[in-house]
């Protein structure tokens, strides 16, 4: 039960911090658990776990692990997001026990300063627990070396953009046989319905975003989010559609913000009666480092055997 004296207690912060980076690359370090595992600790924490949403009304969770291996959590929400201009939160820290140490509202903001990015942070704790004193006592040193972080995360990143700026090729053809006709089979590729039953993430995956339009110059989008926090986007302009012969379509793959490839693939369907065969080609541009190592090819077969599962019902 929080103290009646400690819970009228207030505390105030301000820090800031500019970063030889744009306000793109800076205010994107908030946006995916993989991003805030980078840097959102103070010095010789580490973060080994992490939830961001990042949405109005999306979760804000970070585990924070002490020297010692013990593991202290921040859980809030974002309450307001305007793209490279500002970030508000309302987080808490509560106890072993699940009681409220104390809360804090906090508001990030970014700005164009001296060639780079100057980030604004200002909290307003509210004091719920005795316990909290010396938590909060101790934020501005912990902000700096949490700054500390970031900065060194943004410099690391734009070293690896400045060395990793490649292409790589790759290609690979597919041949598979199905035991249905030619017209089950278009269905399973161009029909949104039909498509669903096989065309997704699998495990851990959580779909937030799909659209399906077959047709030359139509779009395919599927966007989901890993249970890692993690946003993966595959977004797909179709230009050649003979309904039940093939299909012609290049798409472009997203890790959150990091674009990884753009591949042109090629569906022909062939057979007569009960019996299909589909080739499958594509030639992919693998970017900035990005390394397929043949993933692509095994996604593409482990999807074939689900078009397989999906026409036996």
């Not at 316990?131 to 912990?142: I, L, P, R, S």
Request: glycine share 8%; hydrophobic share 40%; with cysteine.
């Amino acid at each position: 039960m929080a103290n009646d004296t400690v819970a009228i207690r207030q505390h105030h912060l301000n820090v800031s911090r500019v970063f030889a980076a744009p306000r793109e690359q800076v205010f994107a370090a908030w946006s995916s658990a993989e991003h805030v595992k980078l840097w959102f600790c103070p010095r010789m924490f580490t973060v080994p776990d992490a939830k961001v949403e990042f949405r109005v009304g999306g979760a804000f969770e970070v585990c924070m692990r002490a020297p010692d291996g013990s593991d202290h959590w921040t859980r809030g929400h974002f309450t307001e997001i305007i793209p490279n201009t500002r970030l508000a939160l309302e987080m808490g820290v509560a106890d072993a026990d699940g009681d409220m140490l104390f809360t804090a509202s906090t508001v990030v903001d970014f700005e164009n300063d001296c060639g780079g990015t100057r980030m604004s942070v200002e909290q307003h704790y509210l004091l719920l627990q005795p316990a909290a004193e010396m938590m909060v006592k101790g934020a501005q040193q912990g902000w700096a070396e949490t700054l500390d972080n970031l900065g060194r995360a943004l410099s690391y990143q734009a070293e690896q953009s400045a060395a990793a700026r490649n292409i790589v090729h790759g290609s690979f053809r597919i041949e598979r046989h199905f035991n249905a006709p030619r017209e089950r089979v278009w269905q399973a590729f161009a029909d949104r319905a039909a498509k669903d039953k096989w065309f997704s993430g699998g495990k851990g995956y959580t779909s937030i975003k799909r659209e399906m339009d077959v047709r030359p110059g139509g779009r395919e989008i599927a966007q989901g989010r890993w249970d890692s926090g993690m946003v993966s986007s595959f977004d797909a302009v179709y230009f050649d559609v003979l309904p039940n012969e093939r299909l012609v379509y290049s798409y472009e793959m997203h890790l959150d913000e990091r674009k990884i490839s753009v591949s042109l693939a090629t569906i022909e369907l062939r057979g007569d009666g009960a019996t299909t065969t589909v080739v499958v080609n594509e030639h992919g541009a693998f970017l900035d480092g990005y390394d397929d190592a043949g993933s692509r090819e095994r996604g593409t077969r482990s999807l074939l055997d689900a078009i397989a599962a999906s026409l036996e019902h």
